[in-house]
């Protein structure tokens, strides 16, 4: 079915955002919402003809597999990202739902299209990418030079931000869309050295953990400051 785009919750932060309302109703005339189970694929690589997507609710990994068929976590979509790869023939990646996720998509001809149609939404598009990049960059710095404490506080401070309903400030609490080996796999650690580093955050007094997932700001400055971001 379509999504409707008056009752979208990213629908001022999703790349469309820089749409008019005529050209936001005719661009999701063409998509469909489309929700996914935890671990679920939105699509696997060598999928040919795969869609272009926006995720609106949940969270998504994009993942490689070695030789030996151990995952290796690449990158993290959270609400308001765009997935998919408009000028390749063939995935590149799996893309898997970490949570229950709704996303709205769109078929890869239709995306190229409205991206001709609409330059802003090729520019929203391009700075989205850039974005990402550059996330991706500051994840292999971080986990080539940054101590497991300050590993673990950025990717926690990136979840309180993607969770949050503004740039100014990160979400007092969250769920975890990543289990303990998934944190591990992606930072480079082991799920010991997570599990005793969440516990040291919350002894100082930055966190406080509520069952398994939950997690509540309690000092959200103090937070930043171990995981060496800026907010924004």
Do not use: W
């Not at 749409?19 to 699509?43: M, S």
């Not at 609400?79 to 390749?88: H, L, N, W």
């Not at 869309?177 to 944190?183: A, K, S, V, W, Y």
């Not at 100082?204 to 930043?224: F, S």
Request: hydrophobic content about 45%.
């Amino acid at each position: 079915m379509n999504l409707a785009c008056a009752e979208c919750p990213v629908r001022e932060s999703a790349a469309c955002a820089v749409l008019t309302a005529e050209e936001r109703a005719a661009l999701a005339a063409a998509g469909r919402t489309r929700v996914l189970k935890r671990g679920e694929l939105l699509f696997a690589a060598g999928d040919e003809d795969t869609a272009c997507a926006t995720l609106v609710t949940g969270a998504l990994k994009v993942v490689a597999y070695d030789v030996d068929g151990n995952e290796q976590i690449l990158a993290l979509v959270h609400p308001s990202g765009f997935i998919g790869e408009m000028f390749t023939p063939f995935a590149q990646h799996d893309v898997v739902a970490l949570t229950e996720s709704q996303l709205c998509t769109f078929a890869k001809v239709d995306m190229e299209r409205a991206v001709l149609d609409h330059p802003a939404l090729a520019v929203a598009l391009f700075r989205r990418s850039q974005e990402d990049l550059h996330s991706a960059r500051s994840m292999l710095e971080l986990t080539a030079r940054a101590s497991a404490e300050a590993r673990l506080a950025a990717l926690i401070h990136d979840f309180a931000q993607a969770a949050s309903d503004s740039p100014c400030h990160l979400a007092a609490k969250f769920d975890l869309p990543l289990t303990r080996g998934e944190m591990a796999n992606m930072l480079g650690l082991t799920i010991e050295t997570v599990s005793r580093k969440l516990g040291e955050l919350e002894d100082m007094g930055a966190i406080l953990r509520n069952g398994k997932r939950g997690i509540e700001l309690v000092d959200p400055a103090l937070l930043q400051s171990l995981s060496g971001k800026e907010l924004g």
